[in-house]
């Protein structure tokens, strides 16, 4: 029997919103997406919310139209910007006359978590475990049957902001479409794109979208440190725009030509008017004089949140870059893997259909929600539970 989920994505500069169809076989299909450019959102507040409504409308009438349904039921995803990352550790004694671990054990780690994160205000959107660990052993996600008189684990918890929790349902409801639940979008992209052995080492995510850059730090099946940084491709392209004189959406097209690391190649930017009668050029040194700065300062602001984390990075921790920011430009990840001092590797390509790394927020999400159906009506032989074949249809499985 075929089901249909709905699932709209905030990111700083366009709404997403996805309409899939699966069946019992596990396969499933994106059959709309409708995608609506909007002001989006900085210091936890919407930038324009008198036009928020439309641009949400609009991205929904899309995704209506090519799915050929009407959406009365929506999963949302909360964007980096209105969550908070905690991190919890706890453990419980494990007693008997052979000591192991049990599904008890583990529903008192998450209970003990739970009242340590307590004090905390807002609404837990996802809790996941980094890791368990017996009796100081080696990290695991499947501790159950282990041998051992104490069970410890790393739960991490993303809790939401009411604010943004009550404005979107509040606005859709104004649509006539109720909120099923909500999702952390940063989960959903870092679980999907991250490959597990990278993340059972810690992973470092950067996702340079326009308006903001969100640094997550990813173990296990758990974001266990996210910090956005007010500052993404849009600072780039107004940059461009007021160093070379010329319009945003003239800048925005240098900003996306833009090749890093070609200094001793001769390589020029032409852009038109917006009547299309006037062109101007540029040489690459030009272009660089104005872009490289705040692509530096990017990169420092970065390097300096991971230094600031506690986190604890080796050489085997890995460093992925996505979003639009910089991830699409020609020796873009290169550049910034220069600036940071450590390799940084494209995310994994996952999907045939939205695979541009623009899409990655919102692909991440619908998987993350898939997951979470599939894991509340299938049994699960682990702790970490969920099926992860949400994709099989779109690679051609």
């Not at 899309?62 to 908070?84: C, D, H, L």
């Not at 993303?158 to 940063?186: C, E, K, Q, W, Y």
């Not at 007021?242 to 003239?250: A, D, K, V, Y």
Request: glycine share 10%; charged share 25%; proline share 3%.
């Amino acid at each position: 029997m075929k089901s249909t989920i709905a699932a709209i994505d905030f990111g700083t500069s366009k709404i997403v919103t996805l309409v899939a169809e699966t069946s019992g076989t596990q396969r499933c299909d994106i059959i709309g997406a409708g995608i609506a450019m909007y002001d989006g959102f900085l210091d936890g507040e919407w930038n324009n919310p008198l036009l928020l409504n439309e641009a949400i409308g609009k991205s929904v009438a899309e995704a209506e139209m090519q799915a050929k349904r009407k959406i009365r039921e929506m999963n949302v995803g909360v964007p980096g910007e209105f969550t908070r990352v905690y991190a919890v550790e706890t453990s419980v004694t494990i007693q008997g006359a052979d000591p192991r671990v049990t599904p008890r054990h583990v529903e008192r780690i998450f209970a003990n978590a739970d009242k340590q994160l307590s004090p905390v205000r807002g609404v837990v959107v996802h809790r996941s475990p980094a890791w368990f660990m017996v009796d100081g052993g080696k990290k695991t996600l499947e501790p159950v049957g282990m041998k051992g008189t104490e069970l410890k684990a790393l739960v991490s918890f993303v809790v939401a902001d009411t604010f943004f929790l009550d404005d979107v349902m509040a606005r859709l409801r104004d649509m006539n479409i109720t909120v099923s639940g909500f999702f952390s979008s940063s989960t959903g992209e870092a679980m999907l794109y991250l490959l597990e052995e990278d993340r059972d080492r810690t992973a470092i995510l950067i996702d340079i979208g326009y308006l903001c850059t969100d640094v997550m730090a990813v173990e296990g099946d758990a974001v266990i440190f996210q910090k956005p940084l007010q500052i993404g491709g849009g600072h780039i392209a107004a940059d461009i725009a007021e160093g070379l004189s010329i319009s945003l959406t003239s800048a925005e097209q240098i900003k996306r030509d833009y090749v890093y690391g070609i200094s001793t190649i001769s390589q020029g930017y032409t852009v038109s008017s917006g009547d299309g009668l006037k062109t101007e050029s540029f040489t690459q040194e030009q272009v660089a004089a104005v872009l490289e700065p705040r692509v530096d300062e990017i990169a420092e602001m970065i390097k300096e949140c991971i230094a600031e984390s506690g986190l604890k990075l080796g050489n085997w921790s890995t460093l992925y870059l996505t979003g639009g920011g910089l991830s699409l430009n020609r020796g873009g990840r290169d550049y910034l893997a220069g600036k940071l001092d450590k390799p940084v590797r494209e995310t994994i390509k996952r999907t045939i259909k939205l695979s541009s790394p623009i899409y990655a927020s919102a692909m991440g999400l619908m998987d993350l929600i898939i997951d979470t159906i599939e894991s509340r009506n299938v049994p699960s032989g682990g702790v970490a539970g969920g099926i992860k074949d949400f994709f099989r249809s779109l690679l051609g499985n």
